[in-house]
């Protein structure tokens, strides 16, 4: 089956830093990446968007600037927090669809973000 | 916009005996519904879908949702819990659009007691 590989699987950063998380398809194409944001017992809510090669569509109240989103091939999609603070700290996940895949959408394991 | 619930933020049943985990949803047109099972610090996974044909779905690990489309519910059903069943169970939807994306419902935990 079509799998979705992250990394890194955890991290800790400082205040003030930035961090990239990679999101892969290893196996399939995707045409459209997702990225989720977990807090501890909570749902996941949908952070953006993005079709290959075009600029990623943010949810409302989602900070464009602060979330940069690229997704330049096919196979990989890159989340960066940008100037980190602690109340960023959370879980996130990435998912995929690809281009014949009407139905499915696979998610990676997520990432573990902590923001000292 | 497709919205979905789950009425019930946990679930408790003794090990062996049948389980359900509630979900309703919303859509504009129809749905495509799915179940997501998620570990302590791991990602999602799959465990069933409804995209048209019979309401019945039978998925991994023994699972099974009956989707109703008057009572606009599709809830996750066990005949026979196991102590590994207990983790967090997610439902989604899709609007049946291309382009629409997955939206979930906050989650159940599920308990089985030996």
């Known amino acids: 089956g079509a799998v979705v590989s992250q990394h890194p699987s955890w991290v800790i950063c400082k205040s003030g830093t930035s961090v990239k998380i990679e999101c892969r398809s290893l196996?399939?194409?995707?045409?459209?990446m997702f990225w989720y944001r977990q807090f501890p017992k909570q749902s996941l809510m949908l952070m953006a968007t993005?079709?290959?090669?075009?600029?990623?569509?943010?949810e409302q109240g989602v900070e464009k600037d602060k979330f940069l989103i690229n997704h330049a091939s096919l196979t990989l999609s890159t989340l960066t927090v940008t100037s980190a603070h602690p109340e960023d700290s959370s879980f996130y996940i990435c998912?995929?669809?690809?281009?014949?895949?009407?139905?499915?959408?696979?998610f990676g394991p997520g990432t573990r973000l902590t923001v000292t | 916009a497709q919205s979905v619930a789950q009425p019930e933020d946990q679930v408790n049943v003794a090990e062996g005996n049948p389980l359900t985990v509630k979900c309703t949803y919303s859509?504009?047109?129809?749905?495509?519904l799915f179940w997501y099972v998620q570990y302590p610090n791991r990602g999602l996974q799959f465990l069933l879908k409804y995209i048209t044909g019979d309401n019945l779905v039978k998925g991994s690990y023994g699972f099974e949702a009956e989707f109703n489309k008057s009572q606009t519910s599709f809830h996750l059903k066990k005949p026979s819990a196991l102590v590994s069943d207990s983790a967090l169970y997610f439902c989604a939807v899709r609007d049946n659009g291309w382009d629409n994306d997955m939206r979930f419902g906050a989650g159940t935990r599920l308990t089985v007691k030996p």
């Open positions: 859509v504009s047109g129809n749905p495509y």
């Open positions: 993005s079709n290959e090669g075009s600029k990623a569509t943010y």
């Open positions: 196996d399939f194409q995707a045409t459209t």
């Open positions: 998912s995929a669809r690809g281009r014949d895949s009407l139905y499915e959408q696979y």
